[in-house]
């Protein structure tokens, strides 16, 4: 056991190392630079522009340019904004992090606490009118882009009946405590349900076969066989059976949310890491592309790393040698 | 067993969130100031434009025509501005946004595009044009209390002129070049830079090197307190607060940037020491919004104001203009977008070299015969781009002159309306014909004769223009190889760095109001010269029209422009497809707003909202 | 970005026999159990009638999905422009039909790449096991820790203009790692099998066992994941097309189209525009996630109670 953990750690560091490869590789192999957008302006001196280059150091070989990003981003620093006028990369993210952070949440929070009860009523009463109108909208769920559901939502929810604000996280500086976060939960909503949606509809499929599946298992049989009531049965032992997958597959979910906000963040204009994203690739700051693309792989690396090591701690049945 | 293991993953999941979360725990500390201040705002904010209006101060007079004090407005942008709000680095539009109402420069263009005062209330010019002295306003205060004078002005240009003020992210060079000792200043061989000489406290002179014909122009950068900035290395003042935070960047304008939330919503307040008097209004509010909804939240009044960089998009004018609670304003955009004829390709050697050499250039004979440019400008349908992309909210030009300038005028230059007759004659006539029976042309050689056409993303007009260009080329006979766009950044290095195959681009220049002089796009060895265009006619004129004693005269200048336009739209080195108006909308209960052709943002200390 | 979500409900396990069952391959008693499933059937059914659309676009299509018109721009449906034209003037029904065939051509071979190199990798990976295997497994390892919209982003960044064989390729060699994991564990599961041990005993070589042996037995979860994958295509070009990185206009497909509706202007009075592609890829990916779904409950009797 202990050895299999040393192990897993020991693998992490190689992956680490090639993460950083990979995330400077791809930011270095797109071609032109944040000066280049520059140019439209005839008023800059051309010359300017090549002094800038040399200065940021976007003239110097790409292993010495790797190197420098490497030992830096070591010491924690992960440079500074070419866009943003020089800002270091580390107040861009913390600037937004949150957000992002408050709109998975959110809508990790809204996912499962639909699709779960949804799922489990879905399959409780098999081939009902409710299963079968769970059934269709989680079809739709997944058949929508969420590009497009986020518009509907923007202009019926929006504007025409006037119930949640469709752009940006508040609607005033200087509001505080209970007020400020009401004004913000109002704000999440639309974005919020906009990304869940199509996860809701997967959770709920999930649950739904799961429970199916694990009622007909023969520990369940058992159970009804040992006299024990129906609810009894469903919560104690399909239930906490059925969940437990469902918990893996949060791991997963939550880089997956961060991604996926690139496109919602982008509908609402909520200033998050995607919209941080999306801007800097169009503009090719490198060094907050590195930034966010590192700091994501490193996260869900991490997150890898601790449910392997969870699951060796609490699964016996798993043997590692 | 299987419980514990269940909350152990749901400790997993969360503990995800907190690596996450503890990256940025400070974030929340910037919402929490300034309470009483925004309380006001708050409201206004919700209500919309009418509504704003019954909080004004009843004690002002009750005459509607009057100004009235109090209320504050809600503008929007499209994008979040870069957090540089120090006027020396800043680099984006839309901090510029800001600063148009926080700082201010000696002179500010008018209504004709003259400098009328600001800052300066006079000045006067030397005999040999080298000296421009500036009598200062007195009585001008910074948003700290601080007085403005003359070694404020000094400390602006000598940064400029700092031997650190590039490397540290400054680009605006072209303001203190010209400038005496400007050299001597940059190497770090001096520490008193010459250029730029204090008088008094309200007495500041710059002298030139040489005649200088644009010294309104070259002086009217906007200037930034030297205080805040007292005993800092210039590579530390962008990261300063004084450069940075709401509430410590420092102008003279009638607006302070009191509170932000970063990307979201930057506050102005009211400076009641501003020096034209304390504005009527309280604040104003700049939100970021996504362009795709602006018409609804100007429709709700929950915007009261679009403007700056990009206004309303043309499609939506028609819905805006017919609000009832908006106004709007319509200009000329001083830039245009264009498709370039790359005449020239520099050699790979000269492209990395960063050489532009007109000698060494390699000539791309698909485009020299001057009756197939002309041609091709008379193949397109420029008039229906204007009249069908921008819904009739442009202009064609052929010159790149805007209407606003003294230097444009209609009559000097050829025109080239929509003719593919004309054009068909003119292919025809330079023994460009279809020889092969493909409907295609061929070169008179009897070559096959491929124009490719690279265009870039980003501007939404201008790439829906490519396409069809290609279709129009195509109708006349001229096999158009349109190739996949690329985004505006390579775009541009690839336009640059023209060791390719490229024949045709579309780009655009965003122009500066303050000086006509085209040698900065237009002179052969120019780098911004893109199309490579090696004519020495052109250069010729526009050297004319530079040099002193005649070019003081502005009516002469315009008449040298005159014949370089005439000439320019004779040899097609480009084709200008369009200039596209800036549309500015904004809540007709807002009074007094100055529509000038450079923008709204003039005098904001004197706009009110009406009852 | 929803790859992973459906590629999660669509993970299959191999089909498993029943005594009775024996006398007819998996896959024919697999096909038999599909044509049963009567919502399986009307998705193929609506997919057939898109793929006819897109096969005979010429025909059917009365205008150049591509021809512009300065003059009529946002035009209202009438007899000359079914669902009137766009914001270049172009003809909103003709590009509709022609979107068919460009959006079903990326949905299908950027699927089809992404099986061809998840079979290829995911096959040498539980094959060999080993150092192959490890080798094979660090890279999806590496692959996926990139969240999958953030790396086709920063892609698209790099080759700068995107073209359709581009954007096939690049989701291709950004979607594999799922699909490659799937198939390995798959491979795994067979590997211990009596009859591989009884090929692999009488000397068959490693290619005749992959294929006479494990890949038969894999059709199952390759089949229902590709299907899903090919839904999750037509989605994520829509929603790249939105952000601006998708194919570039006047390139007719259905995320181009409704990327139109980015405006109130067009959401309110243009119905024509955007209503019948959001319509499309819905009913598209609808039928195509009730063949996938339909194709799982076939192939795995087990989840069908």
């Given at each position: 056991m202990h050895k299999y953990i040393i192990r897993r750690v020991l693998q992490f560091i190689p992956m680490l190392f090639l993460v950083t490869v990979l995330v400077f590789g791809l930011a270095k192999a797109a071609p032109g630079d944040v000066l280049s957008g520059e140019m439209l302006d005839p008023n800059i001196p051309h010359e300017v522009l090549e002094q800038r280059r040399e200065a940021l150091g976007l003239n110097d070989p790409i292993h010495i340019q790797y190197w420098n990003w490497l030992s830096a981003v070591a010491q924690g620093d992960l440079g500074t904004s070419m866009q943003y006028a020089n800002r270091p990369v580390m107040d861009l993210i913390q600037a937004r992090v949150m957000n992002t952070v408050y709109l998975a949440i959110f809508s990790l929070v809204v996912t499962l606490a639909v699709a779960i009860p949804i799922g489990i009523y879905s399959a409780q009463r098999k081939y009902s009118l409710f299963d079968y109108g769970a059934t269709t909208f989680a079809f739709l769920g997944l058949a929508t882009p969420n590009f497009f559901a986020g518009l509907l939502a923007i202009w019926l929810?929006?504007?025409?009946?006037?119930?949640?604000?469709?752009?940006?996280?508040?609607?005033?500086?200087?509001l505080s405590g209970f007020e400020l976060f009401v004004d913000k939960l109002r704000h999440l909503v639309l974005p919020g349900f906009t990304l869940g949606l199509a996860s809701t509809a997967v959770y709920m499929r999930y649950m739904r076969t799961e429970i199916l599946e694990i009622k007909g298992s023969d520990f369940i049989r058992t159970a009804h066989a040992k006299g024990l009531t129906k609810n009894s049965v469903l919560y104690k032992h399909t239930l906490r059976n059925a969940l437990i997958p469902i918990i893996t597959l949060l791991g997963f979910e939550f880089g997956f949310l961060l991604s996926g906000a690139v496109i919602t963040e982008a509908v609402f204009n909520y200033p998050g890491i995607g919209t941080l994203f999306l801007n800097s690739i169009s503009n090719r700051d490198y060094p907050v592309i590195m930034a966010i693309n590192l700091i994501l792989a490193v996260t869900i690396l991490l997150g890898n790393l601790l449910a392997d090591i969870f699951y060796a701690v609490v699964d016996p049945r798993i043997r590692y040698d | 067993m299987k419980f514990s293991k269940f909350w152990l993953m749901l400790i997993l999941s969360l503990s995800l969130v907190f690596v996450l979360a503890a990256c940025g725990d400070d974030e929340e500390a910037s919402g929490d100031t300034e309470e009483d201040d925004t309380a006001t705002e708050d409201d206004a904010t919700e209500d919309d434009g009418e509504d704003a209006t019954e909080e004004d101060d009843d004690a002002e007079e009750g005459d509607s025509g009057e100004a009235q004090q109090g209320g504050t407005i809600t503008a929007g942008m499209y994008s979040a501005p870069g957090h540089q709000f120090n006027p020396l680095f800043y680099s984006d539009a839309y901090e510029a946004n800001i600063l148009s109402f926080t700082h201010e420069s000696l002179v500010q263009l008018n209504e004709e595009l003259e400098y009328e005062p600001s800052l300066a209330h006079d000045w006067e010019i030397n005999d040999d044009f080298t000296t421009i002295t500036f009598h200062l306003n007195e009585g001008v205060k910074w948003h700290d209390g601080e007085d403005f004078t003359a070694d404020d002005v000094y400390f602006t240009y000598a940064t400029i002129a700092d031997p650190d003020y590039v490397a540290t992210g400054g680009v605006r060079t072209n303001y203190v070049v010209g400038l005496k000792g400007y050299e001597e200043y940059v190497n770090g061989e001096t520490d008193v830079f010459e250029g730029v000489e204090v008088i008094d406290d309200h007495t500041v002179a710059f002298h030139y090197e040489e005649e200088n014909i644009k010294m309104l122009f070259d002086t009217s950068f906007i200037i930034v307190p030297a205080h805040p900035f007292e005993g800092m290395e210039i590579s530390e003042i962008p990261d300063s607060s004084a450069s940075r935070d709401a509430g410590e960047v420092v102008g003279t304008g009638p607006y302070h940037l009191s509170d932000m939330i970063e990307g979201e919503q930057y506050v102005l307040t009211a400076f009641e020491d501003y020096w034209q008097g304390t504005p009527y209004l309280d604040g104003i509010t700049w939100r970021v919004i996504q362009q795709s909804v602006m018409p609804g939240l100007l429709e709700s009044g929950e915007l009261d104001m679009i403007a700056e960089p990009n206004g309303v998009p043309a499609s939506d004018f028609e819905r805006v203009d017919g609000l009832e609670n908006i106004t709007t304003f319509e200009t000329q955009d001083f830039g245009y977008q264009y498709m370039g004829f790359k005449f020239h390709h520099r050699t790979t050697e000269d492209v990395e070299s960063g050489t532009i050499n007109p000698d060494n250039w390699v000539e791309n004979e698909k485009l020299s015969d001057v009756r197939v440019r002309q041609a091709i400008v008379s193949a397109i349908n420029r008039q229906g781009i204007v009249d069908g992309l921008l819904y009739g909210l442009g202009s064609v030009m052929?010159?790149?002159?805007?209407?606003?300038?003294?230097?444009?005028?209609?009559?000097a230059v050829t025109e080239y309306p929509y003719d593919p007759d004309r054009a068909n004659e003119l292919l025809d006539e330079a023994g460009y014909v279809d020889v092969t029976g493909d409907g295609m042309r061929e070169d008179p050689d009897g070559n096959e004769w491929v124009l490719n056409l690279d265009y870039p993303t980003g501007n939404e007009v201008r790439e829906r223009t490519a396409p069809i260009i290609a279709d129009e080329l195509g109708e006349v006979g001229i096999n158009v190889n349109l190739r996949q766009p690329r985004e505006a950044g390579p775009h541009f290095d690839a336009i640059e760095q023209?060791?390719?195959?490229?024949d045709l681009y579309l780009a655009g220049w965003s122009l500066a109001v303050g000086d006509p002089d085209p040698a900065g796009i237009w002179q052969s060895t120019a780098a911004y010269n893109y199309t490579r265009w090696n004519d020495e006619t052109s250069d010729e004129l526009i050297r004319k029209a530079v040099t002193a004693p005649d070019a003081f005269e502005q009516d002469y200048r315009a008449e040298v422009y005159n014949d370089w336009a005439a000439h320019v739209s004779e040899e097609v080195p480009m084709v200008f497809l369009y200039s596209a108006d800036n549309i500015y909308a904004y809540n007709s209960a807002l009074q007094n707003v100055k529509e000038l052709p450079a923008g709204i943002y003039q005098d904001s200390h004197l706009w009110y909202l009406a009852q | 970005m929803e790859t992973q979500s459906n590629q999660q409900v669509g993970t299959a396990v191999p089909p498993a026999k029943t005594e009775a069952e024996k006398s007819l391959s998996p896959f024919q008693l697999a096909m038999r159990r599909f044509l049963r499933n009567k919502l399986a059937i009307a998705g193929l059914v609506v997919l057939a009638f898109f793929i006819i659309v897109a096969a005979f676009a010429d025909i059917i299509a009365p205008h150049s999905p591509t021809a512009h018109n300065y003059y009529n721009i946002e035009a209202k449906a009438s007899s000359e422009h079914w669902l009137g034209t766009d914001s270049s003037g172009r003809d909103n029904f003709s590009r509709l039909v022609y979107g068919a065939r460009v959006s079903l051509t990326i949905g299908f071979f950027a699927m089809l790449f992404t099986v061809v190199i998840g079979v290829i990798l995911g096959s040498l990976a539980g094959y060999y096991g080993r150092w192959v295997d490890g080798l094979i497994m660090r890279a999806t390892d590496l692959m996926m820790i990139l969240p999958f919209l953030l790396l086709i982003l920063t892609i698209i960044a790099i080759v700068q203009s995107v073209s359709i064989t581009l954007f096939i390729t690049i989701i291709a060699v950004t979607a594999w790692p799922n699909l490659t994991r799937i198939i390995r564990a798959t491979f795994l599961s067979l590997r211990e099998k009596e009859y591989v041990l009884g090929a692999r005993s009488i000397g068959a070589s490693d290619f005749r066992i992959i294929f006479k042996h494990f890949l038969p037995n894999a059709v199952g979860p390759i089949i229902v994941n590709a299907t899903l994958m090919m839904a999750t295509m037509i989605i994520l070009e829509s929603g790249l097309s939105f952000i601006g990185f998708g194919i570039p206009q006047p390139t007719p497909t259905w995320g181009n189209m409704i990327t139109e509706a980015n405006s109130l202007r067009i959401l309110e009075n243009n119905w024509e525009t955007w209503v019948p592609p959001g319509l499309a890829i819905l009913l598209t990916v609808l039928a195509i996630n009730f063949i996938g779904d339909g194709l799982r409950d076939a192939f795995d009797p087990k989840s069908n109670q």
């Open positions: 929810l929006s504007f025409q009946f006037g119930w949640f604000p469709a752009q940006g996280t508040t609607s005033a500086v200087g | 052929e010159a790149p002159f805007p209407e606003a300038s003294w230097a444009y005028d209609p009559d023209d060791n390719n195959d490229f | -």
